[in-house]
């Protein structure tokens, strides 16, 4: 026997701060900075993010020859990099947040709809899921943009596929291994309703594995957002996107790096943070979701 | 039998797909709008715009448009380019290759790279190195591809100037974007490696090889690999998807004329009889090689993909 | 004297088996032309081996299942389309007690608000009248209050039945179907779950349907009993009479197996052959392949029909057949 046998287990009970590894909590810290950030974005933004300054254009952030007017320097309109940024992150991380409660809530209703219903329902449910895992969602996506056009809406509704069909699966699975248990029986003989056995009754038992989908999920919905914002089929100008910034910044690598590398900067080490921090909830609330 | 029938239910699924994607765009291209105004160049005459629609058959029942178009497509039609004159077909073969070339390329580098690594990772399994080179997996795939390609190009074209970023002249010209498109492959799979290379260790037959004191080496190459191999082909089959999206923005970034960038240049232009044909390209060719995936894997080991296909999930 | 409150007629259910991936589905006969009634205040002992139908027959009696054929009148009115807002008003009126209670339980929830989660669904109320609903039945049914705050993990098994009878009880029904309540539970536990049953029914006037494979437990409940074998009731009558004279052999068989206290156990009759299995039903009388006394005509034709043998009290058996023609006469 090895003395490691002997250690506490680390258990996740809430107010066990120390529980949590040093590299989640600084996660934690990154991804909580961000949101108050895109909340606040009125109030802090130093300008608004549509102030051209022509005379100040391609300023350098500071440390390369920058000064205090713009901490992070100007793009090639001479807009603050650091409103605009500020702006950006904002609507990206709206769009990914609404985009990923779109698809979460979206694909677990399917999926309970498709394991209480069955049939016909349940045939064209899981053929879709099928045909959402060989298709990658910047494809559909890209398809309705071309022919459909354009629009907020439009481009919430087609970032939140990205993983709908993860969702749809876990909740159908449920139903059908819960369906025939006796507390669903017992429930359903008090004369609950499906919605109240779906609700008050199943969906508690998946909501830990939803959360945890979610949160592993949300990165890829950030990068389909900024994809097709750089590839300037997103979000369009004058408004702000991570994606689209970089996508302007693209043209102006030689004078200003600036301008492309700060929005990805902050593209990155959000969807690391999330990525970690999926990663490290699902190994603590639920090691079998997402295994293959 | 068994794996007959596998064969079949994954054929029946591939089909269905293919089946599925073409009406899909179908039925986007007709609730779009008119397709005769929406695939015509935007000066065409009124007349001429009339002229097509009845050789188009816009004007005859909608299903009966719709196998038309089946029939179109499965011929190969797509319709001519507006931008550049040519039938979509033409410019679909033309730059396919492109793609397929920088995607193999990458999914050779990204394997080989993403096994290593994962390999080292699951004999160091605890150690600094192994948390390292998994949190750089993390980083490899959370970092969006078109950034990564900028900071090469930074660095490469720009800073160091020893390697192009732009167009596809000489095999140099495949190095950025074969890198831009591995690494975030090669996180994924140094991830996947890792886990199947730990759950293969764990087994008898390994632990057994090992008592009997075969090399660390012979081990992993003769025991442990080919069953990591199995698994491994099913990831692929779900990562082809990801590797084409991936290679959309790649392309673009690196002006290397494929698919993907074909497909972006048609959507800015509405070039809408190009994107459909793309679009419906890149779908055959996920479809395909997905089949091709399955049908391995049914050949490998029927009774795994048997299970797999006919137990409901993808 | 009131009248029947559950009458059941001719009750049939088949079910669809299939044999193999490609075999073509058979029909297996669960439950095979039933017919029942339970006046108010009584109980209703069920009894048969597994595969015997009697749990399909009870979730058909409570509306749970359609049958296929047949009819169940409750309270003088057949039941609803189920599934339909009828049929839900319904589940009010006659509950379900079932064999696990931790699977009966949510796992999720504590045990007070499970037991009150049939009034909330049939919206008798307000949030504070539930409260005290809860805190009342938590009582009759003999569990503390501090358990209510409790999940069902953290109590006993006895506690748990307890608590599923609580949410049972908890809209006063008419009717209560117990499918084997107490064979989950400690020997030691049962004896206390099958009083605390009895006493309600006494309290409550509760009409009862208790299902077992325990004719001993049975007894200990039902006023009277009816025996099942491969979907069909081949002896029905009245508890004590049904101890004192079995008429059919297979009765027989399981009351030498059940000895009553103060009586010395007679001889056994220890059952010969395979237990019986529904997807394979003998021809004849079913009973015939285990039958200590079977006879020729036992072995093929229709099978005996269930007839009267005294007051309430009737036989499916080829033995019992002349009692009953007198009787009848």
């Known amino acids: 026997m090895s003395a490691t046998d002997f250690r506490p287990k680390p258990q996740l009970v809430t107010g066990a701060v120390d529980a949590i590894p040093l590299m989640i909590k600084l996660c ?25 300054d022509l005379t100040a254009r391609f300023r350098p952030p500071l440390g390369w ?28 991380i709206l769009i990914a947040i609404v985009g990923t409660l779109i698809g979460a809530v979206c694909g677990t209703l399917i999926g309970f709809a498709a394991g209480r219903l069955r049939g016909f329902f349940d045939l064209v449910a899981m053929m879709l899921t099928g045909v959402q895992t060989a298709l990658p969602s910047l494809f559909i996506a890209i398809t309705f943009l071309a022919f459909v056009g354009n629009n907020l809406i439009m481009f919430i509704i087609l970032v939140s596929l990205e993983g709908w069909e993860r969702y749809a699966r876990l909740a159908r699975g449920l139903v059908l291994s819960e369906q025939n248990s006796d507390y669903i029986r017992a429930v359903e003989g008090l004369g609950a309703t499906s919605g109240r056995v779906v609700f ?25 957002e900024t994809s097709l914002s750089f590839l300037g089929l997103g979000i369009q100008p004058p408004n702000a996107s991570l994606g689209l910034m970089l996508g302007e910044g693209r043209r102006y690598l030689l004078n200003a790096w600036w301008i492309a590398v700060l929005p990805g900067l902050v593209i990155s080490v959000t969807t690391l943070a999330m990525s970690l921090f999926g990663d490290w909830l699902r190994d603590r609330l639920d090691p079998t979701v997402g295994r293959q | 039998m068994q794996s007959l029938i596998a064969i079949f239910f994954r054929f029946l699924r591939a089909v269905f797909t293919l089946m599925f994607c073409v009406t899909l765009v179908f039925v986007v291209l007709r609730t779009a709008g008119d397709p005769a105004e929406q695939l015509l160049p935007p000066e065409t005459p009124p007349d001429v715009i009339q002229s097509y629609r009845e050789a188009w058959g816009l004007d ?183 590797v084409l999206s991936g290679a959309v923005v790649t392309e673009t970034i690196f002006a290397w004329p494929g698919l993907g960038r074909l497909l972006v240049d048609s959507v800015a232009q509405r070039d809408l009889p190009v994107v459909q044909g793309v679009i419906l390209m890149i779908t055959a060719i996920i479809v395909l090689s997905n089949l091709l995936v399955d049908l391995l894997h049914a050949v490998i080991d029927p009774k795994v993909s048997m299970a797999r296909t006919l137990g409901g999930g993808a | ?30 439950v095979d032309d039933i017919s029942l009634n339970v006046t108010k205040g009584e109980t209703l002992g069920v009894v048969g081996e597994s595969g015997s139908g009697k749990t399909t027959t009870g979730r058909m009696l409570l509306g749970l299942e359609a ?67 809860v805190q009342e039945l938590l009582e009759s049914v003999g569990l503390s209050r501090d358990l209510s705050r409790r999940y069902p993990h953290e109590v006993s098994g006895g506690q748990r039945q307890r608590a599923v009878l609580a949410r049972a009880l908890a809209t006063e029904p008419d009717l209560l179907v117990c499918d084997e309540p107490v064979s989950a539970l400690d020997v030691s536990v049962q004896a206390q779950v099958l009083n605390l049953l009895g006493d309600l029914q006494k309290r409550l006037g509760l009409t009862m349907v208790f299902i077992s494979h325990d004719l001993r437990v049975v007894r200990q409940v039902s006023h009277r009993i009816a025996v099942m074998y491969l979907g069909r009731i081949i002896e029905e009558g009245n508890s004590d009479d049904l101890f004192a004279r079995p008429g059919h052999p297979y009765t027989r068989a399981l009351v030498s197996a059940a000895p009553t206290p103060g009586k010395p156990a ?45 007051p309430g009290w009737r036989i499916a058996c080829h033995l019992a057949q002349p009692v009953s023609a007198k009787g009848a006469a």
């Open chain 3, 67 to 133: 049958p296929d054929s047949g009819t169940v009148h409750f309270n003088g009115a057949p039941l609803p389309l189920l599934g339909s807002p009828a049929w839900r008003a319904q589940r009010m009126r006659m509950q379900m007690i079932f064999q696990d209670p931790m699977a009966a339980l949510d796992r999720r929830l504590p045990i007070a608000t499970q037991i009150a989660e049939p009034l909330v669904i049939d919206l008798i109320g307000d949030a504070h009248e539930q409260a005290r609903r």
């Open chain 3, 266 to 310: 007679t001889d056994r009759i220890v059952l010969r052959g395979d237990p019986p299995n529904p997807a394979n039903r003998p021809a004849g009388c079913a009973f015939h392949p285990r039958c200590p006394a079977v006879m020729d005509r036992c072995r093929s034709g229709a099978p005996p029909a269930l007839t009267q043998a005294g």
């Open chain 1, 65 to 92: 020859g920058g000064d205090w007017d713009h901490p992070l320097g100007t793009d090639n309109l001479g807009r603050d990099m650091l409103s605009r940024l500020i702006y950006a992150l904002r609507t990206s």
């Open chain 3, 1 to 30: 004297m009131t009248g029947p409150v559950l009458v059941a007629q001719y009750l049939s259910r088949v079910y669809e088996a299939k044999t193999g991936l490609w075999g073509k589905p058979r029909p297996v006969r669960a």
């Open chain 2, 60 to 242: 005859r029942p909608i299903f009966l448009q719709y196998a038309l178009w089946l029939e179109n497509v499965s011929r190969g039609d797509f319709g001519t380019s507006f931008a550049s004159r040519r039938p979509v077909l033409d410019l679909v073969t033309e730059t396919m290759p492109r793609t397929l070339l920088l995607g193999a390329s990458a999914l050779f580098v990204a394997t080989l790279l993403g096994l290593t690594l994962g390999i080292a990772a699951a004999l160091r399994r605890g150690t600094f190195t192994d948390q390292a080179l998994m949190a750089g997996a993390v980083l490899g795939y959370s970092m969006p591809v078109f950034f990564l390609g900028i900071l090469l190009i930074l660095l490469f074209d720009l800073q160091l100037r020893i390697l192009p970023s732009s167009s596809a002249k000489t095999l140099t010209h495949l190095i950025l974007p074969t890198v831009t498109l591995a690494l975030p492959l090669a996180g994924r799979v140094a991830r996947f490696a890792r886990t199947a290379m730990l759950e293969v260790m764990g087994r008898p037959f390994i632990r057994t090889a090992k008592a009997k004191g075969v090399g660390r080496l012979m081990v992993i190459l003769r025991h442990a690999l080919p069953n990591v191999a199995v698994p491994l082909l099913m990831f692929f089959g779900i990562e082809i998807g990801l």
């Open chain 1, 200 to 224: 008050r009754h199943l969906l508690p038992n998946i909501i830990a594995a939803l959360v945890v989908q979610a949160t592993l999920n949300f990165p890829g919905t950030i990068l389909l």
């Open chain 1, 28 to 52: 934690l810290i990154w991804l909580g900075a961000m949101m108050v950030i895109a909340l606040l974005a009125d109030v802090i933004s130093p300008q608004h993010y549509t102030t051209q």
